[in-house]
């Protein structure tokens, strides 16, 4: 029997893949969205779209109350390193004070089910080259710190009020899946913004440092598939049945350069796609590659796109069909 099942960002990138992934294993979506970043035409005409903000509690509050939740998917937040280090304010509250009223809905309107959307930046800088969950969390950004804050708060919700939660660590996520794909303004993503420049969208893409101790110089990074992303999530949700808390890291396993994905992008999409040398940008650090291994042990999830070319080529095909992305090509 499906649940009741309310994802926040339902409209957003990752989020709206979530969403779409729930309705076809047969649970009852709502998705909520204040749509700064998100957009109402990627939400399927499956699930009930909620426009708000978690900044509007008494909004929040009637939402839980009609709604009846068995579960919550948390994907809202500011998301963006590089403006976490220019406005932090923005971050602990959109993400942490926005998380903490989410989570008090939840324990006054029994939910027991909270997965929430972390990142491989609360790691910092890790000292081993792949991150387990066992890695020292010291992070080097707000962005970083403002989710690691809001584990903290998960961990003691489940012990005082119940409230069960999953909490999924990822970093670089791409891809599109089921003519849903990828669509920020501004953009900040290296996949899309390569994308674009091969589109003929932009001139060139910026290289931000190339000085790393890296093999090339250049930053390495995970990607994953946001459909394996989304599968994650199903997995975690159902395994919060029996389970009280849980937090894996979600990666490939494999880290990939900024040259290496522009060398891949340039083969699939036939483009020359241009680069810029430009400085580091602060708070990144040189390498983030997480371990899947505990997730794909405990609960048998593997990425069904396990390569960055079958990760390119999903995106590449959603961004030729719409080519200005939602809300404004006829071909959406």
């Not at 969205?33 to 509050?61: C, F, K, W």
Request: hydrophobic share 40%; net charge neutral; with cysteine.
């Amino acid at each position: 029997m499906g649940l009741k099942v309310l994802i926040t960002g339902g409209a957003g990138y990752i989020g709206a893949t979530a969403v779409r992934l729930l309705t076809k294993h047969g649970h009852a979506v709502t998705a909520l969205d204040n749509l700064s970043q998100g957009h109402r035409e990627a939400v399927p005409p499956q699930a009930r779209l909620v426009i708000a903000d978690l900044a509007d509690r008494e909004t929040l509050s009637t939402v839980f109350k009609e709604s009846k939740f068995d579960a919550v998917m948390h994907f809202a937040a500011s998301a963006v390193v590089g403006e976490s280090m220019k406005n932090p304010g923005k971050y602990f509250r959109n993400n942490v004070t926005n998380s903490l009223n989410l989570l008090e809905c939840c324990a006054a309107n029994k939910v027991s089910r909270f997965v929430l959307s972390s990142t491989a930046a609360i790691f910092g800088d890790p000292q081993a080259p792949l991150i387990e969950e066992s890695a020292p969390k010291v992070p080097l950004n707000p962005y970083g710190e403002s989710k690691l804050q809001v584990e903290s708060m998960l961990r003691w919700f489940q012990e005082i009020h119940g409230v069960r939660y999953a909490a999924l660590r990822y970093f670089n996520v791409a891809g599109a899946w089921d003519g849903h794909g990828e669509h920020h303004d501004p953009e900040t993503h290296i996949i899309p913004i390569v994308l674009q420049v091969a589109m003929g969208k932009r001139q060139n893409v910026s290289v931000f440092g190339s000085d790393y101790p890296t093999p090339d110089g250049t930053c390495v990074r995970d990607y994953v598939h946001i459909y394996d992303l989304a599968m994650a999530h199903l997995l975690v949700m159902e395994a919060l049945k029996d389970r009280e808390a849980l937090a894996y890291n979600l990666g490939n396993g494999n880290g990939f350069s900024v040259r290496q994905v522009i060398e891949a992008a340039r083969k699939i999409t036939g483009h020359a796609i241009p680069v810029i040398e430009s400085p580091r940008r602060a708070g990144d650090p040189p390498v983030l590659v997480a371990s899947s291994v505990k997730i794909g042990k405990e609960l048998g999830w593997k990425p069904k796109y396990g390569t960055l070319e079958s990760i390119l080529e999903t995106a590449w095909e959603w961004h030729k069909a719409h080519p200005n992305g939602y809300g404004v090509s006829a071909s959406c």
